[in-house]
């Protein structure tokens, strides 16, 4: 007869689930094309993520977006912030979390 006994409860920290009440904000350089917002915007669609804030300005044959995202932990942060990274389009991607409370030196670059 099989054992019916359940499973003990997941005591595993899950940094997918974390919500902070802060944001993060991206900073990218891109090609000056005409579908890289569309790109871009369809990512954080298929992340059901809404941007808080959206700047973008074309300098020098590049476009540099700026966007902010609330309620990210960092792990999350990172993951997206890789993903960009992987577009075809994308040259540059800085972020960093704002929280004022953390060290200066919490910006990510790559």
Do not use: N
Not at 90 to 96: G, K, M, P, S, Y
């Amino acid at each position: 007869m099989p054992d019916a006994t359940p499973f003990p409860p997941c005591s595993r920290h899950d940094p997918w689930q974390e919500r902070p009440a802060h944001s993060i904000e991206y900073r990218l350089r891109t090609e000056a094309d005409a579908d890289v917002l569309c790109r871009l915007l369809g990512l954080f669609a298929q992340l059901q993520l809404l941007p808080q804030h959206l700047q973008v300005q074309q300098q020098d044959g590049d476009l540099h977006v700026q966007l902010r995202l609330p309620g990210l932990s960092l792990h999350r942060a990172g993951v997206l912030a890789h993903k960009l990274r992987g577009l075809v389009c994308v040259w540059q991607v800085d972020w960093r979390h704002l929280d004022h409370s953390l060290a200066p030196g919490a910006a990510r670059t790559g």
